[in-house]
């Protein structure tokens, strides 16, 4: 089994969560619209992979500071995954450069969830991110 993490870096004073959609080439959820996340290493702390992840997919450098807020333990068994999806509050939008598992990233209001191309799971940490969100 593997563990994975997944971060909804939302900008508080918007109200914005970033989705980036995967690059045509992906074996995994090609071409969908995601969170960022991957795999924790083996002996790596959850916070410490939520960092790594997101400076390699986005560019975006969490401080030491940052609060992260678990929202859903998900299992995806026909990949042999679980994993826990986090909010991230930032002060403000971050410059994103995508790395190549990705083609395109925005920042996203929450009546924009209908219209977005991505896995029901995807759709519903975003749903329970902006919910979090409202509260801080």
């Not at 969908?32 to 790594?52: F, H, I, P, T």
């Not at 909010?87 to 790395?99: A, G, T």
Request: charged letters at 40%; glycine letters at 6%; proline letters at 2%.
């Amino acid at each position: 089994m593997r563990i994975a993490v997944k971060a909804a870096l939302a900008d508080v004073r918007k109200k914005k969560i970033l989705v980036i959609r995967r690059s045509e080439g992906e074996n995994w959820s090609k071409e969908l619209w995601d969170l960022v996340g991957g795999g924790v290493e083996e002996g790596e702390l959850l916070y410490d992979s939520l960092v790594r992840e997101t400076k390699e997919e986005t560019g975006i450098k969490l401080g030491k500071s940052v609060k992260m807020y678990p929202l859903k333990l998900w299992i995806v068994p026909e990949r042999d995954l679980v994993g826990i999806t986090f909010l991230i509050p930032l002060d403000e939008e971050k410059k994103v450069f995508l790395s190549e598992e990705h083609c395109e990233a925005k920042w996203i209001k929450r009546d924009e969830i209908k219209n977005l191309k991505a896995h029901k799971g995807i759709i519903e940490d975003l749903r329970l991110a902006f919910k979090m969100l409202e509260r801080l």
